[in-house]
């Protein structure tokens, strides 16, 4: 949904690919967002967060972020600049309603899943062979697992936002990583 005019609240996310993961969520716990009056919207990167609160601060709307540990002081900074406060810490962001996650969503997902079951879903996919192929790659050989998965994620077509709606479909909703829960429970 992308409906900002008629939306009661906005998620804010740095990609397409966050936002399909907070939007498949969404429908894997039986929320309907639109009907909600809740628009999850990819601004195309963390920097266009402070655009962002500017046009958004004062509307009424409920705002809430979703952000990888590399952008968290570009939000925090916009947060600051956009008056909801000054030093914020982590903790004072999530009370407005932005969570970060550690590294990015795919480390969230990854740890979540365990890397066999993300295996899994990529077998299931008919990935495997390509991911194998990176494993094999010198600079790859030797790390771990979970590194090679996150750097297989990120390459490659449109796996990123593929892969974005099926690790979260794998996902056991007792076990959500803890930005992705919160941010949604926020709206």
Known sequence: MEQREEARAIVLVEGVSDQVAV?????QQGRDLATEGVSVVAIGGAQAIARELATLTDTGVRLAG??????EADFRR????AGLGSDLTRADMEALGFFVCERDLEDEL?????PER????????????AFRTLQKQ?????R???DQLRRWLGSGGRRKLRYARLLVEALDLAQIPRPLDRVLARV
């Open 23 to 27: 939007e498949t969520l969404a429908r």
């Open 66 to 71: 979703l952000c990888d540990a590399g952008e």
């Open 78 to 81: 916009a947060l600051e600049r």
């Open 110 to 114: 990854i740890r979540a899943l365990g």
């Open 118 to 129: 993300v295996l899994e879903v990529a077998a299931a996919e008919g990935d495997l062979t």
């Open 138 to 142: 010198p600079e790859w050989r030797g």
């Open 144 to 146: 771990p697992v979970e």
